[in-house]
């Protein structure tokens, strides 16, 4: 965390509410205006004297008469400069300290917001020990009044699953998610908005716990969970985590045409809540549209049209300006000028070969329509590919039966078999005529027996 987000965070946590007892004493208001300067002197120099602020931090605990706002805010200062010099255990014993003014000093409400303050600023830090990270959220159930803490339970515990995700501390995060589950859903069901809410938060992040770990069957298991709750009202980001994480769950299993579903719709929830990864998942949607080979242009709908012109879609529209024209060697000539943009998301670049591999098959479907036979080592100079991966390529047609036709070894050559419409007319003809002429043959022998069967 950066001094001027330090100082930020400090700022609006001394403008929160609170509720002041007005002395009539004079002395007493003189001395809390004292304790007053003195608390703001020591925030004024604690990104440049640390120590210093440290010293008068405590200075001010240990001279008030009573528990008031000041120590209160005091401690949590000493905490968080103690975390920053990565003394983990003074931080620690500060922020034991504070539940002591739970019971008299500050009001409730401060106090959790206080806390819930102070555990997003550990957190944030990516250099605190597990350990250490783990006891700051252990002490709330230690130590703070039930009154707060059950309040607070379930909201500590996601905080903390989302701490032990930005970490990939996959134990930690699968032990934190499954207390959550039996503190909210013991009986194994929801029935609330509220508890179905913090479900979908679970699942989104059980679905990508799931994925970092290569457990594709759990995380299909997790997000068709998610689809099926209806009773809730999450943050767009948990449902465009969901939908993301689908849309590559799809494209694993080769089904383009719901990835292309799941991707538009996590594409849509992260632009309601204007979050950067819009643009990521309308690059996977590009990939998903080319690969399923029809359909809509996903820049032809409302939501997504203002993002074609946007810099970090050049090569995703300019890949797929290639496909609409079915010209290959520009969409390998655009994939290798942006290879280094394409190649730095793992799941572009795992795709990419797929989106070739149907551009040139594609190619191959309108280069062989108006012939009855082509040589592969045609294809294979046009395509710029061996004769064996061409005639691979060819199999895997035949076999799908987007080519008919069959392979002359011999003559290294793709035989097809076209019937044109004239054909296909004499044939049909034939067909009907033979069926017709069959049926009056088998009338006349059931006649010829019938008059048979009379005459005996």
């Given at each position: 965390?950066?001094?001027?987000?330090f100082m930020m965070e400090d700022t609006l946590d001394d403008e929160e509410d609170y509720d002041f007892e007005y002395e009539d004493d004079e002395e007493?208001?003189?001395?809390?205006?004292?304790?007053?300067?003195?608390?703001?002197?020591?925030?004024?120099?604690k990104t440049t004297q640390p120590e210093q602020a440290l010293y008068e931090f405590q200075e001010i605990v240990e001279q008030e008469n009573s528990k008031s706002e000041w120590g209160f805010k005091a401690l949590k200062q000493q905490?968080?400069?103690?975390?920053?010099?990565?003394?983990?255990?003074?931080?620690?014993?500060?922020?034991?300290?504070?539940?002591?003014?739970?019971?008299?000093?500050?009001?409730?409400?401060?106090?959790?917001?206080?806390?819930?303050?102070?555990?997003?600023?550990?957190?944030?830090?990516?250099?605190?020990?597990?350990?250490?990270?783990?006891?700051?959220?252990?002490?709330?159930?230690?130590?703070?009044?039930?009154?707060?803490?059950?309040?607070?339970?379930?909201?500590?515990?996601?905080?903390?699953?989302?701490?032990?995700?930005?970490?990939?501390?996959?134990?930690?995060?699968?032990?934190?998610?499954?207390?959550?589950?039996?503190?909210?859903?013991?009986?194994?069901?929801?029935?609330?908005?509220?508890?179905?809410?913090?479900?979908?938060?679970?699942?989104?992040?059980?679905?990508?716990?799931?994925?970092?770990?290569?457990?594709?069957?759990?995380?299909?298991?997790?997000?068709?969970?998610?689809?099926?709750?209806?009773?809730?009202?999450?943050?767009?980001?948990?449902?465009?985590?969901?939908?993301?994480?689908?849309?590559?769950?799809?494209?694993?299993?080769?089904?383009?045409?719901?990835?292309?579903?799941?991707?538009?719709?996590?594409?849509?929830?992260?632009?309601?809540?204007?979050?950067?990864?819009?643009?990521?998942?309308?690059?996977?949607?590009?990939?998903?549209?080319?690969?399923?080979?029809?359909?809509?242009n996903p820049f032809d709908s409302q939501e997504t049209k203002p993002y074609k012109d946007d810099v970090e879609m050049?090569?995703?529209?300019?890949?797929?300006?290639?496909?609409?024209?079915?010209?290959?060697?520009?969409?390998v000539a655009i994939v290798n000028e942006s290879r280094d943009t394409l190649m730095k998301d793992d799941f572009i670049r795992i795709h990419l070969p797929d989106v070739l591999h149907e551009l040139r098959v594609q190619y191959i479907q309108e280069y062989v329509k108006p012939y009855r036979s082509v040589r592969l080592e045609r294809l294979a100079h046009e395509l710029q590919q061996s004769a064996q991966e061409i005639e691979s390529l060819l199999v895997t047609l035949i076999l799908d039966q987007r080519i008919r036709g069959q392979i002359d070894q011999v003559a290294q050559s793709l035989e097809l078999h076209h019937i044109d419409h004239s054909t296909a007319y004499l044939l049909r003809r034939a067909l009907i005529q033979g069926s017709t002429e069959i049926a009056h043959m088998n009338q006349a022998i059931s006649r010829s027996e019938a008059n048979r069967g009379v005459m005996l």
């Open positions: 965390m950066s001094d001027e987000e007493e208001e003189d001395a809390d205006a004292q304790i007053e300067n003195k608390y703001y002197n020591a925030k004024s120099i905490a968080k400069i103690q975390s920053l010099a990565g003394k983990y255990e003074e931080a620690l014993g500060a922020y034991r300290s504070l539940f002591s003014y739970m019971h008299a000093g500050v009001t409730q409400n401060y106090a959790e917001k206080s806390i819930n303050s102070l555990l997003d600023f550990v957190s944030a830090s990516s250099v605190v020990p597990l350990d250490y990270l783990q006891a700051f959220y252990d002490i709330p159930k230690e130590l703070a009044p039930s009154s707060i803490y059950d309040r607070i339970k379930v909201k500590l515990k996601l905080k903390l699953a989302r701490s032990w995700l930005s970490r990939c501390a996959w134990s930690r995060l699968e032990k934190t998610l499954q207390s959550l589950r039996a503190i909210e859903f013991g009986d194994g069901k929801y029935n609330s908005q509220g508890q179905g809410t913090t479900l979908l938060e679970l699942l989104s992040m059980e679905i990508q716990m799931y994925d970092k770990m290569g457990k594709a069957d759990m995380v299909k298991k997790s997000y068709e969970t998610a689809l099926g709750i209806d009773n809730a009202i999450p943050h767009p980001c948990t449902i465009a985590i969901i939908r993301e994480y689908g849309g590559k769950m799809h494209m694993a299993e080769k089904n383009w045409q719901a990835a292309q579903v799941d991707f538009f719709q996590a594409f849509n929830n992260y632009d309601e809540a204007g979050s950067p990864q819009r643009v990521v998942v309308l690059k996977y949607l590009v990939l998903a549209h080319i690969l399923m080979g029809n359909g809509i050049a090569p995703l529209v300019a890949l797929l300006s290639a496909y609409e024209c079915r010209d290959v060697h520009k969409a």
